[in-house]
């Protein structure tokens, strides 16, 4: 009787390598096909930790973290992975969070859950810490905000060490949080603690934001100060328009003396701005600001929200248009951290946070998504990259040229009341560094106690103290 071995020799799948694992060889012809490759000159890193994803808001909240999945599956698709480090971060510490945050906010959001009974207060009907329908309590709510926070830290820290020059946490982005208080979908704001990381380093940090909504927690934030330059584009109508903040008159505090007076810029727009209009006014804008104010980092906040047919915005922007808001950033040649945002249709998010990967790594990908990406399903019937957004025909555009010119000029009167870039007193910096400062006596101390030792042991049945043979 004849019998089979159990055991079969093993038959490597590409005979003459020697790796079991391999790049999927659809994904190699992308990665030809489309010419992508490590940068030359410059690193990009790519930040996230894939549990952010699985968070769920309420099957009717407009906020979808899934829209992160569809991202990373067309990067992947594409091979884009390949050009970038690509780091898993870990969790934002209770003391990273409490470096803006308020203690007892913290708090709350560490032990709150869905099964609490919330009171709203007896005198405005408000909830404690903001909470509501725009910011609900779901599983995992804590846990969500430190890790896409700890995303946005990690990539500043490897801009700061020189790992990085182009940083990318689409997770993060969180603009509207304050400081003891959610808003807006933002519960932690990711971005504030990240500038902050930079401060440590950076003398100054310009702050771009080009969400549809007013980056008001950052500007908040940073009223004060004139380390931090704010500068947001965003539709703006007061009372009506989330979060109704940002007027072109607001620009830091009113007296002269308070260091903080116009380095908070606002581009107020109305509805309908087009691709040309944004792109033209964005560059006319942040170039003088860059001149003038000399950053040496810039954070740029990408909210998807100001693309044409999002379900919460109001603009007709195409997506190679809100990209080239990045590559034109990028041409600066600053440390650049890049962040998400808002934007509520998932599938236009997502083809918007890839194709803005592939600007910062300097690869120009095919238009069509490759056949093999994951949830292809999603982006029926075109399966492109770029659908035309700007024929959704929603909104007319009511920003007039004479209009954008006078917002052009405005911001550049402001700029002119700045005396050049300010100067920094390097002994005044944010209370974090003496965490840095410990960890670097630390070290120090165990390098001396390490010398120490070497020398005893040398002298060790040498003779007396200090008498080394030669």
């Known amino acids: 009787m004849r019998t089979e071995s159990i055991v079969q020799d093993y038959q490597h799948p590409q005979p003459g390598t020697t790796s079991t694992f391999t790049i999927d060889e659809r994904v190699q012809r992308e990665i030809l096909s489309n010419g992508i490759a490590k940068p030359k ?20 909240h407009p906020m979808k973290p899934w829209r992160l999945t569809l991202t990373n599956k067309i990067v992947m698709a594409y091979g884009m992975h390949e050009a970038m480090d690509l780091y898993m971060s870990r969790a934002a510490t209770n003391q990273e969070l409490t470096q803006f945050h308020k203690q007892e906010y913290i708090d709350f959001l560490q032990r709150v859950t869905p099964a609490d009974r919330l009171l709203p207060d007896i005198g405005n009907g408000s909830y404690p810490y903001n909470m509501g329908d725009d910011c609900p309590i779901f599983d995992g709510l804590y846990s969500y905000c430190s890790l896409y926070t700890g995303a946005s830290l990690d990539a500043a820290r490897k801009l700061t060490s020189n790992q990085s020059d182009i940083a990318i946490n689409w997770s993060g982005g969180l603009h ?21 990381q930079l401060l440590l380093y950076h003398p100054r940090v310009l702050y771009i934001d080009i969400d549809v909504h007013h980056g008001d927690g950052v500007e908040q934030a940073f009223w004060s100060t004139d380390r931090v330059m704010t500068l947001s584009f965003h539709k703006y109508e007061k009372a009506v328009y989330f979060p109704g903040t940002g007027g072109l008159d ?220 030669r």
């Open 176 to 196: 509207h949080a304050k400081k003891s208080e959610a808003s807006g979908f933002c519960y932690i704001n990711d971005i504030v603690l990240a500038i902050l």
């Open 41 to 60: 000159g410059y690193t990009v890193s790519y930040h996230g930790n894939s549990e952010v994803e699985k968070m769920h808001f309420g099957p009717k």
């Open 250 to 469: 607001t620009t830091g505090p009113k007296s002269n003396s308070n260091p903080g007076a116009h380095h908070s810029l606002n581009v107020p727009l109305n509805d309908g701005i087009d691709d040309m209009s944004y792109t033209t006014l964005f560059k006319d804008i942040v170039g003088p600001c860059v001149r003038t104010y000399n950053p040496t980092a810039i954070v740029l906040q990408c909210g998807g929200d100001s693309l044409g047919g999002d379900r919460l915005g109001c603009f007709n922007l195409n997506i190679r248009a809100h990209g080239e808001c990045v590559a034109y950033t990028k041409t600066f040649g600053l440390p650049l951290l890049v962040v998400g945002g808002g934007g509520y249709t998932p599938r236009n998010v997502a083809r918007l946070w890839a194709y803005e990967t592939s600007v910062c790594i300097g690869t120009k990908v095919h238009s069509a998504l490759p056949a093999h990406t994951p949830f292809i399903n999603h982006f029926d019937p075109d399966r492109t990259l770029f659908p035309p957004l700007h024929l959704t025909g929603r909104y007319d555009n009511k920003n007039s040229k004479a209009y954008l010119e006078s917002v052009v000029a405005n911001v550049i009167e402001q700029l002119r009341y700045l005396q050049g870039s300010p100067s920094v007193q390097l002994q005044h910096v944010p209370p974090d560094l003496d965490l840095v400062r410990d960890e670097v006596e630390r070290e120090v101390r165990e390098e001396r106690d390490g010398k120490e030792k070497v020398r005893r042991g040398k002298e060790r049945g040498l003779g007396a103290r200090g008498e080394l043979m």
